[in-house]
């Protein structure tokens, strides 16, 4: 019998590029513990993601868990990388519920999506932090919500129809997962090359540098 979960990650939306709500963002990440020591780990999510057809099955966007609710949005593109699952979103701004969502977002006023998700009971074990470590799970609905439980998660870039990434947008979303004004600066300046030598020059220290891999292993891959 499967158990449910909800798992929250922070994202930044102060910055859509259009009017059609749509965005980019990770929905989880892998290997990293949120708040309260909880780890998702990497392949957790490749069964649910192969299996994913929007046109068969919506993935839908919700307030605050309310799934009674009608859905303001849905999630419509899944992809696995080396940093997490990197998802489309599309908000419903024709409706009243999706267009409310859609302003509150703009303004910067909610900047968490949660997950809620089913496990089975073999795929989730204690970890050595007092939480849990989850190896396979399945999404069941996903909410814009008030409080985060993951800092690593967050909007790459939100962008128009024609797929041009919002330069503004990519460096908050840097920001909001902790890389210094330096390190942003010598991403944009040099690449992947820029970074790295920064990182040696500096000695940054090793969970720091963990988690740079991390987020830039995710750009590389966008």
Known sequence: M????????????????????????YLTTFENKDKVNDIIKKGALDNFIT???PD??????????NTKDLPAGEWTDLVADEHGVLAKGVIFTETSRGADLYKLMKMGKLKDVSIGFGARKDS???????GNTFSEIHLLETSVVVNPANALANVVSVKSEDGMISTKA??????????????????????????VQLRKAENVECEK??????????????
Request: aromatic residues 14%.
């Open 51 to 53: 299996g994913f057809s």
């Open 209 to 222: 540098a963990e988690q740079l891999e991390r987020i830039l292993a995710a750009i590389k891959n966008y």
């Open 124 to 130: 989730v074990e204690k970890n050595e932090f007092g």
């Open 170 to 195: 990519l460096r908050e979303s840097l920001k909001g997962v902790g890389m210094t004004p330096q390190e942003i600066k010598a991403l944009f300046e040099n690449g992947w090359n820029g970074i």
């Open 56 to 65: 068969d099955k919506m993935l839908p966007m919700f307030f605050n868990h």
């Open 2 to 25: 499967d158990s449910t979960f909800t798992k929250s990650f922070h994202i930044k939306m102060e910055d859509f590029a259009d009017d059609e709500g749509t965005f980019t963002a």
